[in-house]
């Protein structure tokens, strides 16, 4: 199995711009959680879904990020319109064993909003 | 408000030394317990997890992690540490009957010197 894929890598970008961030994760996981990690908050989780239903969002920062499932194998995590401080590192990562199970993360996606 | 502190941000060791790293958390109950071992550029690792039972739970690459509920205490150990293990370690907490999401730590750098 080739892991949890998040796409792009590397992304830049300008502020007001809209960034959408991608993931694909391990075939059969039923559970996607989307992750942002600063210098300054550390890891935070922003939203889980379980069978393509978002389960908590409760960690999305405002209504600029959103997220989608909008099948078992893809993911968007969208930031309209992208500010500074939202540069950071996004991971996502799937697991097939409920949220307290093991998650398999992706390499993240580092982000750089200017 | 539910903490997770790591009161170390940086440790050094010399290969094949001994390694504790420290993690203190404030909950009302026991909660469920993580640690994550993050290396350069990738995602998070389940190194291993604490639900309940005996309180030396045994993880993968030789670590393991002993929880005390009069400490609120979740140590990682290794009795000898490889080059390899060089990298972020992250203690997250998991509050029980309470929404799921975790709280993760600041991380604590592990330094090997050969």
């Known amino acids: 199995d080739a892991g949890v894929i998040q796409s792009p890598r590397h992304e830049v970008t300008e502020m007001g711009q809209e960034v959408t961030l991608r993931c694909k994760p391990i075939?059969?996981?039923?559970?996607l959680f989307w992750y942002r990690q600063t210098m300054m908050r550390g890891l935070e989780l922003l939203i889980y879904?379980?069978?393509?239903?978002?389960?908590?969002d409760s960690g999305m920062p405002e209504d600029r990020f959103s997220a989608k499932m909008p099948n078992a194998s893809f993911s968007t995590l969208k930031i309209q319109p992208s500010e500074p401080r939202d540069s950071a590192v996004y991971f996502c990562?799937?697991?097939?064993?409920?949220?307290?199970?093991?998650?398999?993360f992706g390499p993240g996606t580092r982000l750089t909003v200017l | 408000a539910q903490s997770v502190t790591q009161p170390d941000i940086h440790i050094t060791v010399s290969e094949g030394a001994s390694l504790e790293l420290r993690c203190n958390y404030s909950?009302?109950?026991?909660?469920?317990l993580f640690w994550y071992v993050q290396s350069p550029g990738q995602g998070l690792q389940l190194l291993l997890k604490?639900?309940?039972?005996?309180?030396l739970v045994q993880g993968i690459k030789g670590f393991e992690a002993e929880f005390k509920r009069s400490q609120s205490s979740f140590n990682l150990r290794k009795p000898s540490v490889h080059w390899s293990d060089a990298a972020e370690y992250f203690c997250?907490?998991?509050?029980?009957?309470?929404?799921?999401?975790?709280?993760f730590g600041r991380g604590t750098s592990l330094i090997v010197h050969p």
């Open positions: 997250a907490v998991v509050e029980s009957g309470g929404s799921y999401i975790p709280t």
């Open positions: 604490y639900f309940s039972g005996d309180t």
């Open positions: 990562a799937s697991s097939s064993q409920g949220v307290l199970g093991e998650q398999f």
């Open positions: 879904f379980n069978n393509n239903v978002p389960i908590d």
């Open positions: 075939s059969g996981h039923d559970y």
């Open positions: 909950y009302g109950a026991t909660p469920y």
